[in-house]
């Protein structure tokens, strides 16, 4: 096992809350999660990307879970977390997962976050390193918006305003998916369609408004020293794999996997190639747990 990673332990599994739709009250805020696999094995955390929820996550926490403790979460204003008061910001939902590992007494685990959820990774490690033992970042950059695609979010925001949800989520599955997984992953596409219509307009534009406005990230990636995974699919048009490869050129002895057959939901639309780079990765940094 890696020297700068620990495993964390329960000495008590009854202390522990298991399975799914779980609540955590962070200062107030209620956050939905779902926490699955062993207590005496090495953390997962896994966040999901944007507008989607943790069960985004349910093929890699089934994946994972019998050798690891597998921890999912909705963001503030996803899913079943409550949207509190506070101005969304990539920030605040990476002191949000600070507060929920604090509540869940998780000193270190393996980050893993997509989209969004690796924007908020990287403010994550960069504002607390200790707290993570290793980083995957899918499908994500470190860059901040260009202007027309900040000029693009702010015209949703509009859109949204005057006319709901519905024709935003049709054609935002454009971009989130490959053409052929349209197709080919009716499934897939259906539960992210409902994802997104599920959301609330307040606290869909405000988290446009925080994805607009983000720091980038990258002039401190080369001081990353944890093991690090970058995963994308090779037909990702949001974050195509040439982002990827920035990133992989800046953080030291970092890996680059390309899933191929997907588009920016790697992780739904090559679930089994997917798994398969985050299961060797995970295992060649821990021991596995027999």
Known sequence: MSDNISVEKSNDQSMRNLGKSLIADINGLRVSYTD???????????????PLNKTMWSSQVEALEKNYRVITYDIRGHGESEAGSERFSIELFADDLFRLMDELDIKKCVLCGLSMGGYIALHAIQKSPAKFGAL???????????P??????????DHIKKSGL??????????????????????????V???????????????LHALANRNE??????????????????E?????????????????DSELKIVENAG??????????FNKYLNNFISSIYETVS
């Open 264 to 273: 920016h939901l790697s992780n739904l639309e090559n679930a089994g190639q």
């Open 236 to 252: 990702d048009n949001i974050t195509p794999p040439s982002k990827g490869q920035f990133m992989q050129n800046k953080i030291k």
């Open 36 to 50: 699955d696999g062993r207590a005496d094995s090495p953390v997962i955390i896994f966040v999901h990307g944007f």
């Open 136 to 146: 995957i970042l899918c499908d994500t950059q470190c860059n901040v918006d260009t």
């Open 166 to 191: 519905k024709e935003y989520a049709e054609n935002n599955l454009k971009n989130l998916f490959m053409p052929v997984s349209l197709q080919s992953k009716k499934d897939e596409v259906e539960s």
């Open 217 to 234: 990230t990258c002039e401190k990636l080369s001081k990353i020293e944890q093991p690090v995974l970058i995963i994308v699919g090779e």
């Open 148 to 157: 027309e695609v900040k000029e693009k979010r702010m015209s949703d925001i």
């Open 193 to 207: 369609k409902k994802m997104i219509r599920e959301m609330s307009v307040q606290s869909l534009t405000d988290t």
